[in-house]
């Protein structure tokens, strides 16, 4: 049952809280990014200018920033990536919507946390989303500022796109993850005269996993250095700015 605080809100929001719409993924070679920020601040376009462009340029970039707003882009838009970069929807009463989200992922879409998120939520919430509503064993780690290295052993969907190569990554960093699922890795990680994996926690400010059909990624830099918005553009599956909108011919496929 729902809470009387929900429903002092009115049908309007108690619906689309409670009951929200499903997310039906769209065609890869037409990508659409989808960015859910409900509590967005005035200077974030400004602060991530470059990101934005390159969003604009590469792929359809729609915004929601509000329940009512999602709901009504989801009425006639198929998203191919979403973008999740603050906190607001890890309220509980939110918790229906994350579901429709993790959901998006399985059926083949992919789902990033970035920018603001890891630095607007709390670290408690953070490890239980991944946990109990992902399944995945990522934990927060701390915040750093390291020269990273792309990571050899990275999935091999990342091996075919643009990616910086040492980025100085500013931010927050996971642990506990999977030798495939660090994109960057320290320089220390990478010992030529270890047979096995040299792993430092698992821990990485760049995540990204196969989630059932789909994908989920953690860009944990959130100071919008270079390098950023071509790795968040990379996760999306973004190619060259405008790529998608030039007809493939039958040598391109």
């Known amino acids: 049952m729902c809470s009387k605080l929900i429903n002092r809100q009115g049908w309007k929001t108690h619906k689309i809280v409670c009951d929200p719409p499903s997310i039906t993924l769209g065609i890869y070679t037409e990508p659409t990014v989808l ?3 409900f509590a967005k601040k005035f200077y974030f376009d400004k602060i991530y200018a470059v ?3 390159k969003l604009q340029e590469g792929s359809k970039y729609l915004e929601a920033m509000s329940p009512h707003e999602l709901t009504e882009i989801l009425k006639t838009e198929k998203p191919t990536a979403l ?3 603050d906190n607001t929807l890890m309220e509980d009463m939110y918790a229906g919507m994350r579901a429709k989200i993790v959901e998006f992922a399985k059926s083949g879409g992919t789902v990033i946390f970035c920018c603001w ?6 670290e408690e919430v953070i490890d239980k989303m991944f946990k109990t509503e992902w399944d995945l064993p990522w934990k927060c780690g701390g915040m750093f500022k390291i020269t990273m290295r792309l990571n050899p052993y990275r999935w091999t969907k990342l091996h075919t ?3 910086p190569d040492k980025p100085a990554l500013r931010g927050y960093y996971l642990d506990s993850a999977m030798k495939e699922e660090s994109v960057y890795i320290s320089a220390r990680e990478r010992r030529a005269n270890k047979a096995s994996w040299v792993h430092d926690k698992g821990r990485s400010a760049v995540l990204f996993t196969h989630y059932g059909s789909g994908w989920i990624g953690f860009v944990g830099d959130d100071y919008a250095r270079d390098g950023s918005a071509d790795i968040i553009c990379a996760l999306c599956g973004l190619r060259n700015p ?3 909108r030039t007809p493939l011919s039958w040598r391109d496929v």
């Open 35 to 37: 960015h859910i920020t």
């Open 51 to 53: 990101l934005l462009e």
């Open 83 to 85: 973008l999740i970069t």
């Open 117 to 122: 998120f890891a630095g607007t939520t709390e």
């Open 161 to 163: 796109v643009d990616l």
């Open 242 to 244: 405008g790529w998608w």
